[in-house]
């Protein structure tokens, strides 16, 4: 049986008037009025209500708890248990990942053959035993050692008769669960099992590549992150510049050339600016000249490797690996003098913006977003996201594929604020953006071009 249930550390006040809260972390989050019969059901979800009750009725009552579910599960307070009966041990308990997450349990095809996906992975969390994935909207806490069990049975497929065979297996409804995660899958009869899960771009994902890009960015997991100092009552803080070596040292000071090139002072003067003069935006023509010196498309060719492998090149003005050049340009318009508020992808090989419909919200979020990411009091005029085609760089080289992909944004990084500190515009690069925005607002599945890198651009204001 599958039932919600508040997270740790969430309880539910009734106020006066029917008027139902949420306290958290020291929070109270305010969740409308209810009537008595929903306020007295509303005291289940302490140990946990079951959702096909929930679901089977359409009465006003009914709906009113499904609201509730909705609401807590969009603020990141609610899990579900999946228990044997009401009163029952739990098998698992499902954490939401995703504020959109919501537990589907389709009914399964008896003749298909199950097994675990490739992602899939069981790690040590404290004293508990999660499950998780990152195609996965949710992360799973195993409470009963039969689920381990069941885990481990999924590693060859199986059909739901050969599960139900075995002593432990925990029930049609924990491997629905999986599915509906996709920590498991139905398998394809003419396919293998690489090619038989999902679609051909994620055949040309490692697993440890598609975790490292989920785990690093935001959008896809509800774990802390950002400028915590997570360890600072642990470990005092790595100096600033490392100790030096012992033994003889050669002052390069004393044989250097004593004038700067044009390249080194252009390196000196750069700095990241999180202040711009909105009085006074960047506009579209300083635009056009940013993107022609630093992302245009240079050249074009197909090349003969040595395997006898034909690759084709669309260079830009930047060193990439492999001559890969996955990492496309798109615009979250702000302020811009003769340029529309709104999104934009650059297509660098045409030189020109094309607008990408979007919602207002959507905007105001990947902008917020920038914004809370810099400190900064005010957003930015523009916000850059760097997408990456991740199969121009896997499908070539493997095991690094996707450090492979964030040492391009680096140098990506540090090509945008050469070409923005030569126009006297301001700049600052973020560590982290949310790729499950990205995904919504261009319709691309985050595995085949997701958001990698971000950086803002603008006019400075003056003595910033």
Not at 247 to 263: C, F, K, M, Q, Y
Not at 302 to 315: F, N, Q, V
Request: hydrophobic share 45%; charged share 25%; net charge negative.
């Amino acid at each position: 049986m599958l039932l919600a249930k508040l997270g740790p550390g969430v309880s539910l006040d009734e106020e006066a008037g029917g008027v139902l809260r949420a306290r958290f972390d020291r929070e109270t989050l305010l969740l409308g009025k209810f009537s008595a019969a929903s306020l007295r059901h509303a005291s289940e979800f302490a140990t946990g209500r079951p959702l096909s009750a929930v679901r089977r009725n359409e009465g006003p009552e009914d709906k009113e708890l499904r609201g509730l579910i909705q609401r807590l599960a969009l603020h990141g307070l609610v899990e579900y248990r999946l228990a044997r009966g009401a009163g029952g041990r739990d098998i698992l308990v499902v954490e939401p990942q995703m504020r959109d997450y919501r537990p589907n349990l389709e009914k399964l095809d008896a003749a298909r053959r199950f097994v675990l996906s490739r992602f899939a992975y069981l790690r040590r969390r404290g004293e508990d035993l999660i499950l998780e994935s990152p195609l996965a909207g949710a992360a799973f806490r195993l409470c009963d050692a039969r689920a381990a069990s069941a885990i481990a049975l999924l590693a060859t497929p199986r059909t739901l008769a050969e599960l139900r065979s075995e002593p432990d297996f925990p029930g049609e409804e924990f491997l629905a669960l999986l599915v509906d995660c996709r920590i498991a899958f139905a398998t394809d009869p003419g396919k293998a099992l690489r090619a038989g899960e999902g679609d051909e771009d994620l055949a040309l994902w490692e697993f440890h590549d598609l975790l490292f890009h989920v785990r690093s960015t935001n959008g896809r997991h509800a774990n802390p992150t950002g400028g915590l100092y997570a360890h600072a009552d642990l470990v005092p803080q790595p100096p600033a510049a490392r100790p030096a070596w012992p033994g003889p040292a050669i002052e390069l000071a004393r044989i250097a050339d004593a004038n700067d090139s044009a390249v080194a002072a252009l390196l000196r003067k750069r700095r990241s600016e999180r202040i711009f003069d909105d009085a006074h935006p960047i506009t579209l023509a300083e635009v056009a000249r940013f993107l022609d010196g630093a992302a245009r498309i240079v050249s074009r060719q197909r090349l003969i490797e040595a395997d006898g492998a034909e690759i084709e090149i669309a260079a830009r003005p930047y060193p990439s690996g492999g001559a890969s050049y996955e990492l496309e340009l798109y615009l979250a318009v702000d302020k811009c003098d003769g340029l529309a508020r709104g999104f934009y992808h650059y297509d660098a090989d045409r030189h020109a913006l094309v607008a990408i419909e979007v919602t207002q919200r959507q905007l105001e979020a990947i902008i917020d977003d920038g914004q809370f990411a810099m400190g900064a009091p005010k957003p930015p005029q523009i916000m850059i996201t760097m997408a990456a085609r991740f199969g121009r760089v896997s499908w070539k080289y493997s095991g690094f594929a996707y450090a492979l992909v964030l040492k391009h944004v680096g140098v990506v990084m540090q090509t945008l604020y050469l070409m923005a500190t030569e126009m006297e515009l301001g700049a600052c690069a973020i560590g982290v953006g949310d790729i499950d925005l990205f995904a919504r607002m261009t319709g691309l599945p985050f595995h085949v071009e997701g958001a990698v890198g971000q950086m803002a651009i603008g006019r400075p204001a003056p003595n910033a």
